[in-house]
């Protein structure tokens, strides 16, 4: 490895990891808790009506984790459990008025968190860096479930009338710039 890989490699790692303590700082920090809860929380509220084991892969959890990350939701009123109306020994979980509420806020801290991580950018840097991140992105998943959990934390919305990166990487589709994206 170069000089200069070893220096990329510290510079890109130093900014993942201070990134991902800011946004974790700040997802917990709305809920007043730590771990997966907030990741859960927007889940739930995303995906309502999703099996107790489906949010394992999006939380990247064991089963048994998955179910206490359930009990704390339901235990802090953000969520509830419910049988399938097809086969009753399936759990769906659904979210509350104050799961979505939570879930919003959630979002809105991770917003924040990135615009500020983002300031010390142009809007022309911020531009090149969307268009570098998706290519980086689309390399990222392995599949539909290794993609959920990279969009764990995602504001799903801001993506629905936009090509996503991840998902198409998931899905093996081309890659293809922000700025050329049809709206869907």
Same mark, same amino acid.
């Given at each position: 490895?170069?000089? *200069? ?13 201070? @990134?991902? +303590?800011?946004?974790?700082? @700040?997802?917990?920090?709305? *809920?007043?808790? $730590?771990?997966? %809860? ?12 999703? +099996? ?20 704390? %939701? ?32 959630? &979002? ?7 615009? +500020?991580?983002?300031? /010390? *950018? ?7 860096? &969307?268009?570098? %991140?998706?290519? %980086?992105?689309?390399?990222? /998943? ?5 993609? +959920?959990?990279?969009?764990? *934390? ?10 996503? /990166?991840? $998902?198409?990487?998931? &899905?093996?589709? /081309? ?10």
């Amino acid at each position: 490895m170069t000089q *200069l890989e070893r220096r990329a490699t510290n510079l890109v790692g130093a900014w993942a990891l201070a @990134a991902a +303590r800011a946004v974790t700082e @700040a997802t917990d920090g709305e *809920l007043g808790a $730590s771990g997966a %809860l907030a990741a859960a929380a927007v889940t739930v509220a995303l995906f309502p009506d999703e +099996r107790v084991d489906a949010l394992q892969g999006a939380l990247g959890l064991s089963p048994s984790g998955v179910v206490r990350t359930v009990d704390r %939701l339901v235990d802090a009123g953000l969520a509830e459990r419910h049988g399938s109306v097809g086969d009753g020994r399936e759990v769906l979980i659904h979210p509350t008025r104050r799961g979505v509420r939570s879930a919003e806020r959630v &979002l809105a801290a991770r917003a924040g968190v990135v615009g +500020r991580l983002l300031e /010390p *950018l142009t809007p022309a840097e911020r531009d090149q860096l &969307l268009t570098l %991140l998706e290519k %980086l992105l689309t390399g990222l /998943p392995s599949d539909r479930e290794d993609a +959920r959990h990279i969009c764990r *934390l995602c504001d799903h919305s801001a993506c629905e009338r936009a090509w996503c /990166p991840v $998902s198409a990487g998931a &899905l093996g589709e /081309p890659r293809r710039s922000h700025r050329a994206s049809p709206a869907r």
